[in-house]
C-alpha cells in the first residue's frame, strides 16, 4: 500500500512539475511575442523615424541583447539566493510596460532605450526558470522539459509573425488612433500597446507555481547547504570552463541562424515577392511556429533517448545533427528563385534548427551544482545573446547596406549568414566532447557521494 501512494505522489509532482513548464512556457512565449513584433514594423518605423537596414539589426539585436545578456548576471545571483518565481513575476511586468513604451518613441535613441529595458525584464526569466525546471525534474527527462520550455522561442516567434502581421495589416490601413489622455498613436505604435498588454495576465498566473526544494546541493563538512561567495561561484566555472564556454559559443551561431532568420524573413517577402506583412507574418509564423516546435520536442526526446543509452555527451551530439540540417536546408531557402520553394524549404531548416536549443540548456544544468545554476544560466545567455541576438539581425543589414547596397539583395545576405553560423556551431560542438563527459562525470560523482 505504501509503494502505491508512493507511485501515485511521484505522478502528481510529475503532473505538477508539467504545470509549472507550461507556465513557465506561456511566459517565455510572451517574452518572444513582445522583442519579435518589431521585425514586422520595419517599413513603417524606417518611413516615420528615418532608419537605416543597419540601425533596424542595431534595434533587434544589440539594443535588446546588450541589457538583456548585463542584467542577466546579478539577477542569476538572485536566481540562486532567492525566490525564483518572484523574480520572474517582477520581470513580466517590467518587460510588459516597456515593450508598451516603445509606442512612444520618438526617435533611434529613445526607441533603443526602450528595447533596452524590455532587455532587462526578459533577462529575470530563463536563470530562474531553468533552475526551476531542474528542480522539478530528474536528470533523464530534463532535456525534454527544457524543451518544452523553449518551445517559447518558436510559439512565441510564431505567434509574433501570425497575429502581429495580422494586426499590422488591419491597422496600416486605419488612420492614427486617438486613445484617451493621449494625442493620435500611428498604427504600428498602438501595436506596441498590443501586445504589451497582456503582461499583468501572465504575472498573476504566475502565482499558481510553488518554488521546489533546491536539489543537487553543495554543502559544508556539517551538512548544511553552502552559500558559495562569487569567489567561489567562479572557481565552479573555472572547473568547467571548457564545457562553458564551448556550448556558448555553439549556440551562439545556433542563434545567429535564429535570429537573422526570424528578424528579416518577413522582410525577404516583402522586398522580393511583393506580400503584406500580414501575408508573410501569417505564412512564417505558421512555419514557425509547427516546425519549430517540432523540432524542440524532437531534439529534447533525441537528447533524453540517447541520455538513458549511456551517452553522455548526448545534448552536443544534437547540437551537430543541427548544424548539419539546419545549414544545408537554410543555404537553399534563401537563395530559391519562388516563394513557394523558400516557404518549404525553411519547413525542415527550422526544424533541423530547433533540435538543440532545450538540449544545450539542459547540458549546462547537468555539469554544475544548485547553487551556480542561475548564475551559469545567465553567464551562458550573456554570452548567446551578445553573439547570436546581436550579431543574427544585424550581419544581413550590414551586408545589404555596406557589401550589396542593395536592400533586394536580402535573400543572399541570410544565406551567407546562416551557412556561415552553421559550419562554426559544428566545428565548437564537436570539440567540446571530451571536456563535457569529465565535468559530468565530476557532478555525478559529487552528487553519489553526497
Keep these: ?10 505522478k502528481t509532482r510529475l503532473r505538477y512539475a508539467w504545470y509549472v513548464v507550461f507556465i513557465l512556457m506561456i511566459c517565455y512565449t510572451l517574452s518572444f511575442v513582445d522583442r519579435q513584433i518589431l521585425s514586422l514594423l520595419v517599413a513603417p518605423m524606417k518611413r516615420d523615424l528615418g532608419l537605416s537596414d543597419t540601425r533596424i539589426g542595431l534595434l533587434q539585436g544589440i539594443a535588446f541583447a546588450l541589457f538583456y545578456g548585463l542584467m542577466g548576471l546579478p539577477l542569476g545571483r538572485l536566481a540562486d539566493t532567492r525566490n525564483r518565481r518572484n523574480v520572474i513575476i517582477v520581470g513580466v511586468i517590467l518587460w510588459s510596460f516597456l515593450t508598451g513604451a516603445c509606442s512612444a518613441a520618438r526617435s533611434f535613441w529613445s526607441l533603443f532605450l526602450a528595447r533596452m529595458g524590455v532587455g532587462v525584464g526578459e533577462a529575470t526569466l530563463s536563470p530562474s526558470a531553468f533552475s526551476l525546471i531542474a528542480d522539478y525534474f530528474p536528470k533523464e527527462k530534463l532535456g525534454g522539459a527544457l524543451s518544452v ?3 517559447g522561442i518558436f510559439i512565441g516567434s510564431g505567434l509574433a509573425l501570425i497575429a502581429g502581421g495580422s494586426v499590422v495589416d488591419a491597422v496600416t490601413h486605419m488612420p492614427a488612433v486617438s486613445l484617451p489622455l493621449l494625442s493620435a498613436v500611428a498604427p504600428w505604435r498602438f501595436t506596441f500597446l498590443i501586445v504589451g498588454a497582456p503582461g ?26 553552502a552559500r558559495l561567495r562569487f569567489r567561489e561561484v567562479v572557481v565552479e566555472l573555472k ?19 535564429t535570429y537573422a532568420f526570424i528578424a528579416w524573413a518577413p522582410s525577404f517577402l516583402q522586398r522580393i515577392h511583393g506580400w503584406s506583412a500580414g501575408q508573410s507574418g501569417r505564412a512564417l509564423g505558421l512555419i514557425i511556429l509547427i516546425f519549430g516546435c517540432l523540432g524542440m520536442s524532437a531534439g529534447g526526446r533525441l537528447c533524453d533517448h540517447w541520455h538513458r543509452k549511456g551517452l553522455v555527451e548526448a545534448p552536443l551530439r544534437v547540437a551537430v545533427v543541427s548544424a548539419i540540417g539546419s545549414g544545408i536546408f537554410f543555404t537553399f531557402a534563401m ?14 531548416a527550422l526544424f533541423f534548427l530547433a533540435l538543440p536549443i532545450g538540449s544545450s540548456y539542459a ?67 564537436r570539440a567540446v566532447y571530451g571536456p563535457f563527459r569529465k565535468d559530468y562525470e565530476r557532478m555525478r560523482a559529487l552528487h553519489t557521494s553526497g
Design 335 to 348: 537563395t530559391a528563385k519562388h516563394a513557394g520553394w523558400t516557404m518549404l524549404l525553411a519547413a525542415p
Design 200 to 225: 499583468l495576465a501572465i504575472a498573476l498566473l504566475l502565482y499558481t507555481v510553488r518554488e521546489p526544494t533546491r536539489r543537487q546541493i553543495l554543502r559544508t563538512s556539517n551538512g548544511t547547504a
Design 363 to 429: 547540458a549546462i544544468q547537468l555539469i554544475f551544482p544548485n547553487q551556480v545554476r542561475g548564475q551559469v544560466s545567465a553567464l551562458f545567455l550573456l554570452i548567446l545573446n551578445m553573439g547570436g541576438l546581436s550579431l543574427g539581425p544585424l550581419l544581413p543589414g550590414l551586408l545589404n547596406d555596406y557589401v550589396f547596397r542593395n536592400e533586394k539583395m536580402i535573400g543572399p545576405s541570410l544565406a551567407i549568414t546562416i551557412s556561415a553560423a552553421s559550419v562554426l556551431m559544428l566545428c565548437a560542438f
Design 1 to 10: 500500500m505504501s509503494a502505491l501512494k508512493s507511485t501515485q505522489s511521484d
Design 149 to 151: 520550455y523553449s518551445m
Design 239 to 257: 572547473m568547467r570552463w571548457q564545457s562553458v564556454m564551448g556550448i556558448s559559443t555553439g549556440m551562439v551561431f545556433q542563434s545567429m541562424g
